[in-house]
């Protein structure tokens, strides 16, 4: 079993880049949350390609069915089937990747662990399959509405670009208003350009996605062993190109003293509050009521139209492969929408671990 | 439930740090693995304190009892028990900290959450209960160790000290030698030298630790939601203190095109391998072939002997704080220990998963 | 969660009776098993009403389609998805059941826990949402297969006529000869004059369907607590209107003595077997290589057009029920085929898990 | 794993009949309930050995010690650890059954299975590791106590003997005053002689326990595949010995029509009620507020001291055995603990999972 993630609210994603359908089942939802296909959809179209330069101009009509789970317009606590049909994904030859894993890319370990391994457009191990996560994470957003929590991801960094620090809500405007999904206007239009010129050398580039969640309670978070930094450290890795998560100041830690990153404590117009937030909203495991924080580092597009060194495994020779096609030359955008989806999910859960809210029935 | 981890080679963790007695029950090893508590004490024995001026003077005389799992030196299949009962714990009065939580501890959540919170040494959010991950760690590496799988954890950086790399062996044989555990014998004596100089200021310092694992097979880990590098992440950051994880390059992708760090196969003496390990070892969430490599940012100890600011929460007002006591003034050299302990756990319950060991008998 | 089952070989399912569609993800099913659709509509096709006198006259066009999990003809290990998309379910007006539990029925615990209730058909408490136990044992059975095991339900008891022993490969004959699938042929006669008889009086009646596996190794079942014999027990009793389970000699060993009923074990033709098989296959909750039989209690159908007291739970009031419409008289024919399913996959599932099959990929 | 049950409260056991202990952890009880061991230990004489002459004359001191999970006499949300030393086992010699398995036990499959078994006392597969069910189920009770909900369970026949019905007061009273365990005075009097008289001709017999519970609200129990009846099914089928479960009218069922057995709700001084209770207190996988009924067929001890047939796996073939010592000649009394246990681990985890207890604090 690998294809599950949460205790309570529990995501069951299916499909592969070029087979019939890619989907989720969310269980564990509870009853009488209003939902609609177009609180789905609109998730959807954030992540959907084919929307600027700066991702691929691959064009995915990714249209959400519903086909279980909601009753007169609200959820009914049974599970929550998404599908989109996937459409004219037959129009390439992936044939010379049969043998011939992608350097950096997940095909060696689909092809030593499974054997019969569809190598349509990375099959299960595309990018396409976090559809799953983005239908998840949007009914975990909605839920999480309803106690007044609000997440958002945003680029930060892309190469040596780095976004100035912005206020929640400006973030939330500046993403939608530049393909890069950065919340510092400025740097946006540097991002951009920078990701355009790697994509003129038929190169990629790298980048830092940072999540932000607001409202979010005192005490998620089960100690030892289901912490809330270790389960949202868990989901975020899960992402494919990710390769590093960190918690409020992150790496930064491991050059400063006690004295200078210890978040006091004082009491703030009778509410609980640190004077500094460099443990991210998360001490000792559990969500200490300030806002959320992590950072996650996103690797290079492995997909690159130049010359890379590979091996054929049927004839155990080396061999020279070149990945044509449209890609995305920088993923990070796209993964804003996955890293928000992963949170919201991890978020719900813990919410209906922790008692804050009702396991089966949101009106009790 | 929040005290378990691993599908198939599990650990439950038990205890508190000034309670009864620490321990874990280690299900799912399979049978006929030789085992004595000797095994497990000289693993306890690396992060017991008291050994050097770097960690705390706390004298902890930790010794192993195993309660079950063990049949004529042999494990049985049936769920191993190592207890450790604590001794002279309630030296001390800690009741100063009942209302009040300590600066980027986790006592604020476990007052929050719980309400009848254990505060003497931290309770259960001690680092006195990594003794149970210790446990678990032992027994699993001496069950890769009959799959030739080995691992090492050392100190990378203290402060704004960088260890240069190293090879494994080289590694494994520096940290015996230093008490920082740092693989690279020069920047041992600065790395000492620094910690020696916070402690004089009351004060603590932070660092990275690095774990490597070699030896393990390709196409462990299960997509998309049960990866390798997710459940790696997942026990890291679980371990208190660490605020950030990475595997292979980390956060230094992000300033990185694809062409300078995809990772090139090539057959090497009828073997696959990686030109360079820039992924760690794992792609696509499976490890493939190459050494496995991560690092955690360990955050300085919270507990300083500065006077810092935190609140009565039974007053609702603020309050200054002073931590007196015997603290780590880095705790970077006894994570080592956790940090291996807990890799070992995961490799050992995916290879078993994967079927590369079988789930209940090693004679099979 | 609720709508899993399953640790290594995992059932998802979902849907309810007049929604879009019903269904299950299989995931944990090792690659290169050939699977077609044609493999689950088979079994499907068995368990549709409307097929003899003895079932509802309801046509129900159960055309599987599948939307994941199939690469060439066979497994790929990636998670399987089977639906089936409802037809022509909006024909009736329940809305008489909105606020009136109907007696024996689900209806009340769904209005209670869930507040938000389908009660059109019943909703995903319909026996309609066995479809997708009955997908995932088919894909168990096919994979049972390759190891040689074989399952057979059969009807034993239908009101007082009970069916005589039969070996299993005149019970597997016999079933699809007669519309109760009884082995028995003499009884199958008068179990299905019973039934009829019960149907015209508006009422309905219950019995025992027995399962036998055979081939299955000795092994399987985990102490103590996901033990064969207790994994078999919850997912049969788990199937509505299911009120009891034994294996062996069951609720008979209560009047016996350790003498008269014990399994004294033999050496026969070099191998090991018991003279018996009183425990049914199952002794200290492990196969010991004998055939593995169950038998479950099936209650009456309670849809019956009698008329019955049951309550408006909005005026709290009591009220008159008639449940108009085309039930089964009797639920055990098409129940033998969801009892197979489930101990399927429980075996599948066990297979898996006591490394008998391997975990990812059945040519390894 | 396997040495786990429950998802919010969540027992796991460990240790063997003659290893250095046994016990249990319980994880996921929530904080402020009020606990001591002598909470646990009265729960534990219950099931002692060596008080009567239907039970074995065996003495067993089970003393338990709490080594984690209480602080200032109240449980913190940590693990609750129980142990229980053994004393005095090895003073027989069990090694006749190295190779040799008894018949109906366990030790074939462990033998096959884990390979490395150990023999003395049947090991893990004893009956003495219930004790680890009743430290969980004495937990679980005082847990439910605080809802009201209180559970018992009876033999209610031994061999052909059959006690008359008796309400819940009467039997709680009745059960303490016979060693039968038997709500019936009259019936325990009779079931006493035959278990006398079988023990004389050195053999056992059978019997039948039923567990009833009261006060259970309406909506515990996860459909489709956590329904309430299913985890009950499956915890008490895991009890060694018992070959079948039932709930409400049981196989009963099987000879009756619905219009017979349905039950027919009505509203009864403003409560909704059933008429009968031929359910058994759970229609649809959930309950529905009427008490839970179960019953379990307990097959005789398979120790006898009569000869019976064997094997040797060594020498693979065949030979008697004699089964020496001091056993029960029936184990329904003792029994009686365990399943009063386990349903109250099963209700304390619905308790917690449907919301009725919050899971991490009593006091929210």
Known sequence: MSNSIGEKFRITSFGASHGPAVGAIVDGCPANLELTAEDIQKELDKRKPGTSGVTTPRKEADEIQI?????????????????????????KDYSMFKNTPRPSHGDYGWMMKYGNYDYNGGGRGSGRITI???????????LLKTQNIEIVSHVVQIGDIKAKPQ???????????????????????????????KKEEGDSVGGIVETIAVNVPAGLGEPVFDRLDGDLARILMNIG???????????????????????????????VTTKTNNSGGIVGGMSNGM??????????????????????????????????GRH????????????????????????????????????F
């Not at 909601?70 to 037959?90: A, L, S």
């Not at 959320?292 to 495994?313: E, G, H, N, W, Y």
């Open 67 to 91: 086909l279980s789970g909601i009753f007169e317009g609200k959820t009914d606590g049974t599970p929550i089937t998404g599908v989109i049909f996937n459409k004219n994904q037959h129009s």
């Open 132 to 142: 799953g996560h983005v239908i998840g994470g949007a009914i975990a957003k909605k």
């Open 167 to 197: 206020d929640f809500n400006t973030i939330k405007e500046n993403i939608e208003k530049n393909p890069v999904r950065c919340g510092d206007a400025d740097a946006a239009g540097e991002m951009e350009e920078l990701i355009l010129s």
């Open 241 to 271: 190109a990710v390769k590093g998560v960190e918690i409020g100041l992150g790496f930064d830690v491991a050059a400063h003293t006690g004295s200078e990153i210890n978040d006091a404590y004082q009491i703030d117009d009778g509410k």
């Open 291 to 324: 806002p959320i924080v992590s950072r996650i580092a996103v690797k290079p597009t492995p997909s690159i139209s130049k010359c890379q060194d590979s091996i054929d495994l049927e004839k155990m020779e080396n061999k020279k492969i070149e990945i044509k």
């Open 328 to 363: 995305d030359p920088c993923i990070c955008p796209r993964v804003t929408v996955v890293a928000e989806s992963s949170t919201a999910i991890i978020l719900a859960d813990h919410m209906i671990r922790s008692g804050f809210i009702h396991p089966s029935n949101l009106e």
